[in-house]
Structures are given as structure tokens and as C-alpha cells.
């Protein structure tokens, strides 16, 4: 663990983060790595995502993940003593962020109306399922069903049966999109002086990202046209073979279909209608991309690697999450920190890809923290008394790792 608090743009700002799993726990993560004080508020058993992959270190490898840069205090939420601890900490943050449904919330004693009599300075980030008002508010929402819903299943699927991307891309989208929020609040905060609630729903955030280049023909009033991308849904686009392995290749502009129709020896190519524009070509995008491969299939790929970066098209090697670990410009950037876990052990973990010239980030990182690892030192910040924190602990409202109590 660091001997000093993370640094970067948010140093100072206080973030009590009651979330679980992968949306919320990846977004107050960003928050920490940005240089926010995090602290996690699990309950006694911990949050679910720590028994997921876990090899006995008691925090499987997607919980070390979303969780490094925090500190984490195991609190029975529960029992009113519990909850009162919690509006403790809340009285001195400046970021409340919970994933937790509104009805759980509102029999917990914890509603933004709640928090706001107790710190109307507070940032209320509520993560939800579904925006209030409309027929599926308060319903649970996992990946796999706002991946369903939104209509992200269906694309992956094609013509074929429906399919989810094989990443949690929905909480993982959500949560950047909570990390906006709360910082557009924070700022907002800094002009009116006043707290706010952010509320981010999961459904409407990832139909609205699903329509950016998807809706087509449907962005009119009355339709002109049918939804979709002609060439994102093409089956040519995807990573092409050539003669030893696999590349990511993007022919898109007229500069470079013109340049790689002299790559592969057939200039008179750009003198097609059908080739010439950007219209035409989306309308013949199936031929466009068997060319493209037809053509790589023809020779290596450091032979195409070479030829058509001079030329000024994208193209990249396929990798795997294993070759992540080794790419040379990941390692020139520095992406990958070196942690070591109390328990887990030694650790490499992705760092910020997000750089800030003034105010740089800590290339150091806590761990993710033990289960209330920190749970004593953050309530006496919050100035609870020891002979106080000693009474939760034996009562067994608040959970500390290693505690013989």
C-alpha cells in the first residue's frame, strides 16, 4: 500500500461507495485512480465478486481488479447502529455512489432525501436498472438482460440467434457514463454550492449508445430506411487470415481504397462507380470487405503489417488478453502496475490509461483491499471515538479481516 494518499485530479475529493459486482465498483474505481479516497462499503460477507475466480486469497481476480485504489470497511447495514456509522462517513463525503435498488434503499433508511438532510453537499449517484417513471423502474438489471433489452443481443446475433458480446459491456459502459455524471455534478456543485442526485439508468444509457451508428433509417421521424450499419453488420467485417495468422484491417477513406487498390495491383478498381465514394462503397460494403479478404489471405501477415502501414491503413495484429501482458507499447506507456496483495499476492494490474499534465496520477496503487480492512481507521476519521468503534466490533455490526473478536 502507498505510505501517501493517490494523487491526480480528484485528490481531496471523498468517495463513500456502496456498490457490488462489476458496474459500480469499476466506475469509483476510476474515481480512486483519478485520486478520490474511496471507501468501500461491503457487507459482513463481502461483496459477491470477491468469491469469483478466488483461489483462497479471499478476492478472485475481477474483484482485484475494479477494487484496487479503495479501502474498504465491512459494515451491517442492517442494524441502525450500522446504518448510522454510514451517515458518518457520508456527513464528510463528497460522493455517496450506490447500485443498490431504490426499495432496498428506502428500507435501509437511505434515500437521497436521507443523505441530503445528513450532507446536502453530496454528490447522490444512484445506479439503476431503469430510470424512474416508466413501466420497469425499480426491476433488477444484470448485463446479460440490459445486453437482451437493449438491443446490443440482437446486433451481436445478426441474422442468425440473438448473442451477448462476450465482455460485460453494459456495466462496464454504464459505469463509464457514472464517472461523467458525477464528475459534470461535482463541477456543477462548485458554481451553486449544492449537492445533487445523479441518476444513471442502465437500459436507457445503453439504448441511446446502441443507437449511435445502429438506429440508421429510425432516426427519422418516420422511418426512411432500416436500422443498422451497413458495414458493421457486413459478415466480411471481422479479422482477416492471411498466410500465418490473423489482422484487424480498416480500409475506410478514399485515400486509403485508392492505396490499397495499388497494394494489391488493380489501380483500375478506383475507376468503378460502385468504389468510388464512401456512399457507394457502404452500399457494396459485402464485395469492399471480400476483397480486402481475398487479398490478405495472399500473404504473411508481417508482409501486410509493413505494406500497409506505409501506406497509411490501419492494420494490427489480433492478441489475446495473455499478449496484453507483454505488448511492447503497453509496456513502453507503462499501463501495468506492479501490486502486491496481502493475500493474493504479487499482482499486475492495468493502470489509468487516462493521463493529466498538471496533475498526474499515482503510479502506485493500493491494493484491493482485504474485507474491512479499514473499516477502524475510516470511522475514527469520521470521528467516531475507539471506545465506538470497539462497541461495533463486538457487537459484530462492523467486520475487520483478522479480527479474533
Not at 462507380?273 to 476483397?291: G, K, Q, S
Not at 490509461?353 to 499515482?362: E, N, Y
Request: one cysteine or more.
Amino acid at each position: 500500500m502507498p505510505a501517501t494518499p493517490p494523487t491526480g485530479p480528484l485528490n481531496g475529493i471523498k468517495v463513500v461507495d456502496l456498490t457490488t459486482t462489476f458496474m459500480g465498483p469499476y466506475a469509483t474505481m476510476l474515481l480512486a485512480r483519478m485520486g478520490a479516497d474511496v471507501v468501500k462499503v461491503e457487507e459482513p460477507a463481502g461483496d459477491v465478486t470477491r468469491g469469483l475466480a478466488d483461489t483462497g486469497a479471499g478476492a478472485g481476480p475481477a474483484f482485484l481488479n475494479a477494487n484496487h485504489g479503495k479501502r474498504s470497511i465491512a459494515i451491517d447495514l442492517k442494524n441502525s447502529v450500522g446504518r448510522a456509522a454510514l451517515l458518518r462517513l457520508i456527513e464528510r463525503a463528497d460522493v455517496f455512489v450506490t447500485n443498490v435498488r431504490p426499495q432496498a434503499l428506502a428500507r435501509l433508511g437511505l434515500t437521497p432525501e436521507t443523505i441530503h438532510e445528513t450532507n446536502p453537499r453530496a454528490i447522490v449517484a444512484t445506479l439503476v436498472g431503469f430510470a424512474p417513471g416508466g413501466p420497469y423502474s425499480g426491476r433488477a438489471a444484470y448485463d446479460d438482460a440490459i445486453q437482451a433489452i437493449s438491443g446490443i443481443a440482437d446486433v451481436q446475433g445478426g441474422d442468425g440467434e440473438p448473442a451477448y458480446v462476450k465482455s460485460v459491456i453494459a456495466d462496464k459502459t454504464v459505469g463509464l457514463m457514472a464517472v461523467n455524471g458525477i464528475l459534470a455534478a461535482l463541477v456543477a456543485r462548485g458554481v451553486t454550492g449544492r449537492g445533487t442526485v445523479v441518476t444513471v439508468p442502465m437500459f436507457e444509457s445503453m439504448a441511446a449508445f446502441n443507437m449511435l451508428e445502429l438506429q440508421g433509417g429510425y432516426v427519422y421521424e418516420t422511418p426512411r430506411g432500416p436500422s443498422g450499419y451497413a458495414r458493421v453488420s457486413s459478415p466480411f467485417r471481422k479479422p482477416y487470415r492471411t498466410a500465418d495468422g490473423y489482422l484487424g484491417v480498416v480500409v475506410y477513406t478514399d485515400r486509403m481504397w485508392l492505396a490499397f487498390f495499388e497494394l494489391i495491383g488493380r489501380p483500375e478498381l478506383a475507376d468503378e462507380p460502385r468504389y468510388a465514394t464512401i456512399a457507394a462503397r457502404t452500399a457494396h460494403v459485402d464485395e469492399m470487405y471480400e476483397l480486402i479478404d481475398t487479398e490478405l489471405a495472399k500473404e504473411s501477415s508481417a508482409y501486410w503489417l509493413e505494406k500497409l502501414s506505409a501506406a497509411g491503413i490501419p492494420a494490427l495484429p489480433v492478441q489475446s488478453i495473455a499478449d496484453l501482458r507483454t505488448d511492447e507499447h503497453l509496456r513502453a506507456v507503462a499501463l501495468f502496475e506492479d501490486v502486491d496483495h496481502p493475500t493474493a499476492g504479487p499482482l499486475r494490474l492495468p493502470g489509468l490509461a487516462t493521463q493529466f499534465s498538471d496533475t498526474p496520477c499515482s503510479r502506485e496503487t493500493r491494493p484491493a483491499p482485504l474485507l474491512g480492512q479499514h473499516g477502524p481507521e475510516v470511522l475514527a476519521e469520521a470521528g467516531m471515538t475507539a471506545a465506538e468503534i470497539d462497541e461495533l466490533r463486538a457487537a459484530g455490526i462492523l467486520v475487520v479481516t483478522g479480527d479474533p473478536r
